[in-house]
């Protein structure tokens, strides 16, 4: 099994990035699963062929899926930015770990992932890692967030009241802004469909 990195898309430009299964590498309980945006690309079978394989080796392996993402960014230097899960979600607190990892082997490049596993240990991450607090509509607690240390991507759907005053508005292209990989302001996203 190999891994499958894409080198960007619509909303990320050329932004390398990695997914895995939405639903199945998202934390249980997820309040979005319903609504999931990711699910609609899993009926193009070449992204559901890659995104399946790199959740099977994941999993089975992830000795061999964090060797083959470690030399893809040997074979692919200098890498700006990269995009960790644009679909999927950290399994679980190793496989956070080893993606630290990987940023602290490549200080040069400016990662970022958005979760909702709010149960996993963020304090190890490297400073070229941002990780947004994934905040749907009404749920989820941005209190405790905040004292770990995570900044918050909030998804808006017209309903969500606790975003505060001092914010960026996502634009819909990250090539423009990158305002997720540098803020220090919360994020608004419009909620996709």
Not at 6 to 14: E, H, Q, T
Not at 89 to 106: E, H, K, P, S
Not at 114 to 142: E, H, Q, V, Y
Request: net charge positive; aromatic share 12%.
């Amino acid at each position: 099994m190999n891994i499958h990195i894409v080198d960007g898309n619509n909303k990320l430009g050329k932004t390398p990035n990695i997914s895995t299964l939405p639903g199945v590498d998202c934390g249980p309980g997820m309040p979005c699963a319903k609504d999931c945006y990711a699910q609609k690309f899993l009926f193009r079978p070449s992204v559901n062929a890659a995104w399946s394989e790199n959740s099977e080796l994941q999993r089975k392996n992830p000795g061999e899926y964090f060797t083959q993402i470690a030399a893809w960014f040997m074979r692919h230097k200098p890498v700006p930015w990269f995009r960790v899960h644009v679909a999927g979600d950290f399994i679980n607190q190793n496989t956070l770990d080893n993606w630290f990892g990987i940023a602290d082997c490549v200080p040069e490049t400016g990662f970022l992932a958005f979760t909702k596993r709010f149960d996993l240990d963020f304090r190890a991450r490297p400073k070229n890692f941002t990780i947004r607090a994934s905040m749907w509509p009404g749920w989820g607690n941005p209190s405790r967030l905040r004292r770990g240390g995570l900044s918050i991507a909030w998804t808006q759907d017209g309903t969500e009241t606790r975003i505060p005053d001092r914010h960026v508005e996502c634009p819909g292209s990250c090539v423009s802004c990158r305002a997720c990989w540098a803020s220090p302001l919360d994020v608004v996203i419009r909620k996709h469909r």
